[in-house]
């Protein structure tokens, strides 16, 4: 069973088109969570960090959000530019400082 | 700002031949890991080291080698590559323990 589960694996959005990806994970204590967006061709590039339930954090036109449970990345009013794949990487508290990763959600905004 | 720089960006090599993939970053971090990227799979962690002289085993360490002989170079090698091996392999590295992780652009291996 996987500690994080990302969903939807894919998701197709028409511009202006506003929705969530969802990141649920299972470790008994969570140290952080990470949003990372990864271009094809590329390695994955640092969003945001979360730490505690309740927390929120923004840039431009996303959002991500964290409960006890999962974590969700808003993404209001998107555009073309903000197709890429969006990974959701678990820290567990205890553990070795390495964070595990979900498989992605593939995001395409068509204009 | 060259951060995490990995080496060759392709390479196509032949069952049982060995090779080392390089990695090196210029931030002064202490912690690097190496990941393998497959269609579904996500991120796999490979090996990881928290300094130099360090290095600890991932989810999937057999059939890689790996030394931490300077803070800034992490080299990951095959030893005899296999079919499976085929991947796109990713290095990072991060400032501490709760530290956001910086990646390279990856190499893309073909093993046949």
């Known amino acids: 069973e996987d500690q994080v589960t990302q969903s939807p694996e894919a998701l197709r959005l028409q511009e202006g088109e506003s929705s969530s990806l969802n990141c649920s994970y299972t470790?008994?204590?969570?140290?952080?969570l990470f949003w990372y967006r990864q271009d094809p061709g590329k390695g994955p590039e640092f969003l945001f960090t979360l730490y505690s339930a309740g927390e929120e954090k923004e840039k431009e036109r996303l959002k991500a959000t964290l409960t006890k449970k999962e974590s969700f990345l808003h993404i209001t009013a998107p555009k073309p530019e903000d197709s890429a794949t969006y990974l959701c990487a678990v820290q567990e508290s205890g553990g070795s400082y390495i964070p595990t990763f979900g498989r992605g959600t593939s995001l395409i905004v068509h204009p | 700002n060259a951060g995490v720089t990995q080496t060759p960006k392709f390479q196509v090599l032949k069952t049982g031949q060995s090779m080392t993939l390089q990695c090196a970053q210029d931030m002064n971090h202490e912690y690097m890991s190496w990941y393998r990227q497959d269609p579904g799979m996500g991120l796999r962690l490979i090996h990881y080291?928290?300094?130099?002289?360090?290095?600890d085993q991932g989810e999937v360490p057999n059939g890689y080698n790996v030394s931490r002989s300077t803070t800034e170079d992490f080299p990951l090698r095959l030893l005899s590559a296999a079919p499976s091996q085929t991947s796109v392999y990713f290095c990072?590295?991060?400032?501490?323990?709760?530290?956001?992780?910086?990646f390279g652009d990856g190499t893309r291996l073909s093993i046949l």
């Open positions: 990072a590295s991060s400032s501490n323990r709760q530290g956001v992780q910086h």
């Open positions: 470790v008994s204590g969570l140290r952080g």
């Open positions: 080291s928290v300094g130099a002289g360090i290095t």
